[in-house]
């Protein structure tokens, strides 16, 4: 299985400043044949399911604010919010969909300073 | 709109079964692959089991194979999991989730998911 390492476990980053997640893949995701990132930028906040923000590693999923970001290749992808909103505090989680055991990152808690 | 609602969640004992049901809606159910993802309290997102878009083609996280079966009724626009020789360890909220597109392609929808609880 490819296993998805997500740095920091939590981060804390004041109002309108810039927040960045890293995600670390043991393995490349990207598919020669069509040049794509099959990764994945989901965010979670209490007691809600998972919600797609970003998809072959940098396209906004259609609604996401454009302050998130996506951007990265192979194995090293980073989660850019651009201007931290209090609405954006939740739990972030990349995702690898190349092999069909699909893997998750641990999850990067994202909070107010 | 897309919408996906699990059911057959509940307390078990250690050894037990359950199945979950998730019944899905405001799509074509037949053209999608289909997921089930589970999470701990408090903790990561996990996947379980996944099944092609006609039922022929499934796959299995270690930890649930021989244990978990997935199945789809087309025509029911429904997706289960069957759940054996539950564990402790299989304390979670179960989702269902569908991918985004047809192909290969991220999950891009969830439903609320169900609470499954092992315990004696």
């Known amino acids: 299985d490819i296993v998805m390492t997500q740095s920091p476990d939590s981060l804390a980053v004041s109002l309108g400043e810039r927040a960045t997640i890293n995600c670390k893949s043991s393995?490349?995701?990207?598919?020669?044949?069509?040049?794509?990132?099959?990764l994945a930028w989901y965010q979670q906040k209490p007691g809600q399911p998972p919600k797609l923000l970003i998809y072959?590693?940098?396209t906004r999923e259609s609604g996401v604010p454009d302050r998130f970001s996506g951007s990265g290749s192979g194995t090293d992808f980073t989660l850019t919010i651009s201007s931290l909103q209090a609405e954006d505090v939740a739990v972030y989680y990349c995702?690898?969909?190349?092999?069909?055991?699909?893997?998750f990152g641990q999850g990067t808690r994202l909070e107010i300073k | 709109e897309v919408q996906l609602v699990e059911s057959g969640g509940g307390l078990v004992q250690p050894g037990g079964s359950l199945r979950l049901s998730c019944a899905a809606s405001?799509?074509?159910?037949?053209?999608?692959?289909m997921h089930w993802v589970r999470q701990a309290p408090g903790k990561g997102l996990v996947w379980v089991s996944r099944?092609?878009?006609?039922?022929?083609?499934?796959s299995y996280a270690d930890s649930v194979r021989g244990r978990f079966t997935i199945s789809r009724d087309n025509a029911k626009n429904t997706v289960y999991l069957q759940m054996n020789s539950l564990r402790a360890e299989d304390t979670a909220v179960y989702y269902c989730?569908?991918?985004?597109?047809?192909?290969?392609?991220?999950?891009?929808?969830w439903g609320q998911g169900t609470l499954v609880t092992v315990s004696s």
């Open positions: 989730a569908r991918v985004r597109d047809s192909g290969w392609n991220p999950l891009g929808h």
């Open positions: 405001g799509f074509t159910f037949s053209s999608y692959w």
């Open positions: 099944i092609n878009s006609d039922g022929s083609s499934t």
């Open positions: 393995q490349s995701v990207l598919y020669s044949s069509n040049n794509k990132n099959y």
């Open positions: 072959w590693a940098s």
């Open positions: 995702h690898q969909y190349y092999t069909t055991e699909i893997t």
